[in-house]
T-cell receptor
Framework: QQQVKQSPQSLIVQKGGISIINCAYE??????FPWYQQFPGKGPALLIA?????SEKKEGRFTISFNKSAKQFSLHIMDSQPGDSATYFC??????????FGKGTKLSVIP | DSGVTQTPKHLITATGQRVTLRCSPR?????VYWYQQSLDQGLQFLIQ???????AKGNILERFSAQQFPDLHSELNLSSLELGDSALYFC????????????FGQGTRLTVV
């Protein structure tokens, strides 16, 4: 199974700061790159997603930057809030097949 | 609420036993995916069904099997359970079209003792 490599494993950011999580993929057949947010005891929930024909997508405080030639993409959380403390997963998907997830980043936003 | 329903929420069973996890996808979704989440392995894809047919297989053990029924609900059967099978098991569903969102259920926490 083609991998998606995610870093860092954990991240501590002060309230109001910028959180940045990076991912790299191998499978060039991936045509959909979502980010999921997961709170303890809950299922992953879609946060934001991008397709490879776009280099950036912004939704509120969340931005995905996508570099197709480098096969990398990242999530930026602006003005990070304590309520953003969760585990974030990047993923890649080819067509309607399964999502291949990174191993996750545990974000802690401290007041 | 994602619209994906998983039952039961929690399951405690002994080694060697067999359990069945159930998933009802969102209304209209044809694809169902099963994932296993353990602390050290992240979200591991197990198997996908599309409109009743197996579509893709991931790291699913031979002791595990799944099926999707005509009403599109799915069941994951885990047998000869081992301590290492303790994990969260998630079901997700999507419309089945390329690039569409996959919605996850709340998961079933399986504890094997």
């Amino acid at each position: 199974q083609q991998q998606v490599k995610q870093s860092p494993q954990s991240l501590i950011v002060q309230k109001g700061g910028i959180s940045i999580i990076n991912c790299a993929y191998e499978n060039t057949a991936f045509d959909y790159f979502p980010w999921y947010q997961q709170f303890p005891g809950k299922g992953p929930a879609l946060l934001i997603a991008i397709r490879p024909d776009v280099s950036e997508k912004k939704e509120g405080r969340f931005t995905i930057s996508f570099n197709k030639s480098a096969k990398q993409f990242s999530l930026h959380i602006m003005d990070s809030q304590p309520g953003d403390s969760a585990t974030y997963f990047c993923a890649g998907r080819a067509g309607s097949y399964q999502l291949t997830f990174g191993k996750g980043t545990k974000l802690s936003v401290i007041p | 609420d994602s619209g994906v329903t998983q039952t039961p929420k929690h399951l405690i069973t002994a080694t060697g036993q067999r359990v069945t996890l159930r998933c009802s996808p969102r209304s209209g979704d044809l694809s169902v995916y099963w994932y296993q989440q353990s602390l050290d392995q992240g979200l591991q894809f197990l198997i996908q069904y599309y409109n009743g047919e197996e579509r893709a297989k991931g790291n699913i053990l031979e002791r595990f099997s799944a099926q999707q029924f005509p009403d599109l609900h799915s069941e994951l059967n885990l047998s000869s359970l081992e301590l290492g099978d303790s994990a969260l098991y998630f079901c997700a569903s999507s419309s089945g079209f390329s690039g569409t969102e996959a919605f996850f259920g709340q998961g079933t926490r399986l504890t094997v003792v």
